[in-house]
C-alpha cells in the first residue's frame, strides 16, 4: 500500500468514525428531548456498549506494542503496527473514552448525585484507566517515531493494567461494597 492510499484509507476510516460519533449524538439528542422520562436505561446501555469498547482497545493496544517491539524499525511489519496503532486509537478508543465519560457522569449525577463511597472509588479507578489510555497514547506516538524505549516485557505487564481496573470498576458497580 502505497503512503497515498494509506493516508486516503486512513481519511476515509476517521470520515465514518466522525459521521457515527453525530449519528449517536443526534440520536442520542432526539432521544433525551422526545422521550426524557425513558432516558435514563437508553444512557445506560450507551454507556455499557462505549465501556465495551473502550476496554477492547485497552486490551488489545499493549498487546500490538509487544509485537511492534519485535519488530525490525521502517520494516513493512512495522510501518503495519502504525497503522494499526494509531487507527485503534483514533477510531475506537479516543471516541470510546468520550462516550464513556459523558455518559457515565450522567449517570452518576443523575441515578446518584455523586454519592457513594463505590462510585467515588469507581471514578477513581477510571480515571487511572484514562491515565493508562493517556500512557498509551504517548507510546503511540513514540513508536509512530520510532523511539520506542521500553521492552516487550514492559508492554506484556502494562496489557495487565486495564485488566485490573476493568476488575476492581466491575466489582465496585455491580456489588456496591460501600
Do not use: C
Amino acid at each position: 500500500m502505497t503512503e497515498t492510499q494509506n493516508t486516503n484509507s486512513t481519511g476515509q476510516a476517521m470520515m465514518r468514525m466522525t459521521i457515527g460519533i453525530v449519528v449517536l449524538a443526534v440520536l442520542t439528542a432526539v432521544l433525551y428531548f422526545a422521550a426524557p422520562d425513558s432516558f435514563y436505561p437508553w444512557a445506560k446501555a450507551i454507556h455499557i456498549l462505549a465501556v465495551i469498547s473502550w476496554m477492547a482497545g485497552m486490551l488489545y493496544l499493549p498487546r500490538l506494542l509487544v509485537y511492534h517491539t519485535d519488530a525490525e524499525k521502517g520494516s513493512v511489519q512495522s510501518e503495519t503496527f502504525k497503522v494499526m496503532e494509531r487507527r485503534l486509537l483514533r477510531g475506537i478508543i479516543n471516541p470510546a473514552m468520550i462516550v464513556t465519560w459523558v455518559f457515565g457522569l450522567w449517570l452518576a449525577w443523575k441515578g446518584f448525585g455523586f454519592q457513594g463511597g463505590w462510585l467515588h472509588a469507581k471514578i477513581g479507578a477510571v480515571l487511572l484507566l484514562s491515565a493508562m489510555h493517556g500512557y498509551l497514547a504517548g507510546a503511540v506516538r513514540k513508536f509512530a517515531e520510532d523511539r520506542n524505549e521500553k521492552s516487550a516485557k514492559h508492554w506484556r505487564i502494562v496489557n495487565e493494567i486495564p485488566t485490573l481496573l476493568m476488575i476492581a470498576i466491575v466489582i465496585l458497580v455491580v456489588v456496591k461494597p460501600f
